[in-house]
Each structure stands twice: as C-alpha cells, then as structure tokens.
C-alpha cells in the first residue's frame, strides 16, 4: 500500500515538472510564429519584435545558474511556486500588453522565472526518483522539454488561424494553475544546502553571462560598435571580478570544479549539440517550408509537428538505454543520428523532396529527443546531484542557451550574408554545414571524455 502510493506521488510529482516545462519552453518558440501578427496589432519595429524573442533567452539564461543556486539554498520546491506563479501572471500580463515596450518586459520577466522554475523541477525529479529509475524519469520530463520547444510552432500557427496572438500567453495560465495544484499536494520540499550565499558572486555572474549573450545576439545586427561594445567590455570586466571573488571565496556561486567534472562536461556537450542545435533548425525550417515550398503557416505547423512526435517518444527510449547501463552506447547514436538528421537536412533542394524532408525531421526530432533524455543523467549522475541538484540543472540550461544563441546566430549570419544570387536552399545549406562541423567537434571531444570515465 506504501508503495503504491510513493509511486503515485512519483507520477504526480513527475506530471507537475513535466506541465512546467512544457509551458515554460512552448513560450519560447512560440513567439516565432506570432510576431507578425504583433507588428500588425501593436505596431511594433524590428527591433522591438527581436527582443520579443531574444529578450526571453538573455534573461533567462542570465539568471538560470543563480536562481538554481538559490534553489539548493532556500529550498526547491519554494522557488519551483515562485517561478511557476510569476510565470502565470507575466504571461497574462502580456496578452494584455497595449504597447510593444510592455510586451518585451513581461518577455523580459517571463525568462527570469522560468530560471527560477526549470532548473528546480530539474532538482525536485532527481530527489524524488532513486538513481536506478531517474533517468528514465528524466526522459519523460526532457520528452515534455522537447514537445514544448517543437510544438511551439504548430500551437502559434492554430491560435492565430483561430483567436489572436494574445492566447498564447493566456494559454499559459490555466496549464500553469493545474501543474501548481498538483505539485501542492505531491511535492515535498527537498533538503535545504547550508552552503551561504555569495551574493557579490551572484551579482558578478548574471552580469557576466547577460553581457555575453547581448553579444553573441547583437553582434550580427549591429556590428562591433555602440551597445555591443559596451557590453563586451562589461563581460570582460565582470568576468575578471567573479573570477577573483570566487577564488577567494569558500563557497562559490558555481563551484569551478562543476566545469571539471567528466560527468557534467559529457551532459553539456551533449545537451548543447543535440538541443541547442535545434534552435536554429526551427528558426530555418518554417520559412523554408512556406516561402520555398509554399505550404501554408497551418501547413508548415503541421509538417513540423512530425519532428515533436519524435522528441515524444525518444527520451523515454534514450533513458531506458541510460538505466540499463548503456552510457556510451547511447550517446554515440545520439550523435550519429543528429549528425545523419543535419545532412539529410543539407541535402534538401528547392522542391524538397518530400521524402527526404520527413526523414530529416523523424532522424533529428529522435536525435533531439534522446539529447533531451539523456544529457541531464550524464550530468547528475556524477556531479553530486544531492547539494548541488539545482546549480547543476541550471548550468546545463544555461550552457544549452549559450551554444544555442551562438550557433543560431552564426547558422542566420551565414544565411542572410550569402550571396543574394545564390538559391535559398544552398543559402540554407552553408547554415547547415555549419552545424555538422560544429556537431563533429562536440561528438568528438565527449568521445575523449566518454573513454575516460563513463565506461568505467
């Protein structure tokens, strides 16, 4: 009877994470298919509508190594409600929004509550599930991860045929009041850290990565000059200063030795390759499917939504091959079938083919899906999950967002600064081979890591 109903809190506590970040990574790639319909309504510029989507992810990454450390010290579940709460009445403050300047900031606010939010349901899984059964409990939470980010698109696609932008983010709220009721009475707080804080290291470090990400986004935009510059300066400051007062302090923000650690460096690499390559293949995907080929924004929805069933199925499939022992096994297929999913992708021509497109998006969608399944086993499995849970979760996130924002930005800058001559698919496809060298270094380097630890 005891055991029944731990298992059934298991499936409740699993279920609250998994609706969270669900909603929280829907949010993110939803947008894309919205701003047109946002410059119509509220009138807003280009560069209003590109912080509408890289506004989120500066906010968000700044602050997901922080708020993960803040959750191993005054408790997961505590910040996990706060996160979950702010998340709900940003969003509904959004669709509200009357001005583009009001709906960037609830964009603004919304990324810093989903740091506080993921990396705790990150922390919260792994004290409630034993080792033996955490990753393929990982799995089905990274599964919601990937159908969130996926179906991002799609859902967009059918609110705008049917309603107006503003339901996106009404959406939010309703899913975000049941995930809260049922992590109510299913999640119990978790083991408080008595590590102190370091909150002139806090302050340093969310400075540092904002600084950086504003770079890596608006570079390509704006050139070295200006902002830009600015914030270059203050990441080269700010980063000097943590550097210092972290190698002074006892208890670190981020304990350096994280970055050393074989386990995390192997869930990094694979998370940022797998998922974070994603990125750019959804920015790419919709406007080839309606401007190349023709297809409908419903249309284009729908095809796509081919890849999101397989970033469903895959992360349960990856974490079982994890708790089977099957490590390396399965990271090796993990990055043979993104690497497979990217060429199939290059290969596409004007007309498609159809053939060729599908198997592109059931490869890389499985790929995609098992880079979710696995990455975060990897890390915890060797990284002292017990103390350091949430800063482990939100260095992976933010590191993911890093590579991700990076590489999205170059695949575009590649894409837009080809010859105008040139077709759109082989503009396209310098974007891609891009991703497959960067990919090969990835696999690569954890293949070194992989043959020093996790086979042992």
């Known amino acids: 009877m005891n055991s029944t109903a731990a298992n059934s809190n298991k499936k409740l506590v699993l279920l609250a994470a998994s609706l969270i970040t669900f909603i929280c990574c829907t949010d993110f790639s939803i947008v894309f298919t919205i701003i047109p319909a946002i ?48 998340f709900a009445v940003s969003s509904l403050l959004a669709g509200l929004a009357r001005s583009p300047s009001l709906l960037v900031t609830m964009r603004l606010l919304q990324g810093i509550f989903v740091a506080a939010a993921l990396p705790a349901s990150m922390a919260i899984i792994s004290d409630t599930f034993p080792i033996k059964e955490r990753g393929r409990a990982l799995g089905i939470f990274n599964s919601a991860t990937g159908i969130g980010l996926a179906a991002g ?62 770079v890596i986004s608006q570079v390509s935009y704006y050139g070295w000059h200006g902002l830009v510059m600015w914030a270059l300066l203050i990441f080269f400051v700010s980063l000097i200063l943590l550097v210092i007062v972290e190698c002074k302090v006892k208890q670190q923000v981020i304990p350096f030795k994280l970055f050393l650690n074989k386990g995390f460096i192997l869930g990094a690499m ?5 998922v974070g390559f994603a990125w750019s293949v959804m920015m790419i995907m919709p406007i080839y499917l309606h401007k190349q080929l023709g297809f409908s924004i419903e249309a284009s929805g729908l095809l796509i939504f081919v890849m999101t069933l397989m970033t469903i199925i895959a992360p349960i499939v990856a974490g079982h091959w994890f708790d089977k022992k099957n490590k390396v096994v399965a990271m090796h297929v993990t990055f043979l079938l993104s690497f497979l999913g ?64 990076f590489t999205l930005t170059i695949f575009m800058a590649i894409f837009h600064h080809s010859s105008a001559n040139l077709p759109f698919a082989m503009r396209m496809h310098h974007g891609f081979y891009f991703l497959m060298v960067c990919l090969l270094f990835f696999w690569l380097f954890s293949t070194v890591k992989a043959s020093a630890t996790v086979s042992k």
């Open 153 to 214: 698109p799609t859902i967009g696609s059918l609110v705008i045929y049917y309603l107006t932008w503003r339901w996106v983010f009404f959406l939010n709220i309703p899913i975000a009041a049941i995930a809260l009721v049922v992590g109510l009475v299913s999640i119990k707080e978790s083991k408080i850290s008595k590590v102190a804080v370091d909150w002139l290291g806090t302050v340093l470090l969310t400075i540092t990565i904002g600084a950086i990400l504003y």
């Open 39 to 86: 410059q119509r309504d509220l009138g807003a510029n280009m560069n209003q509508s590109q912080w509408l989507m890289v506004g989120f992810t500066l906010t968000a990454a700044a602050f997901f190594i922080t708020l993960g450390r803040f959750a191993d010290l005054i408790g997961h579940r505590k910040l996990l409600f706060l996160g979950v709460i702010g």
């Open 270 to 274: 694979l998370f940022s390759a797998t």
């Open 342 to 405: 990217l060429l199939l992708f290059a290969m596409l021509q004007s007309y498609g083919p159809m053939w060729l497109l599908i198997a592109g998006f059931i490869i890389f969608g499985f790929a995609w899906g098992a880079g979710n399944g696995i990455s975060i086993p990897f890390a915890l499995a060797e990284a002292g999950a017990d103390e350091n849970a949430g800063v482990i979760g939100g260095g992976l996130v933010c590191t993911l967002y890093i590579v991700a924002v």
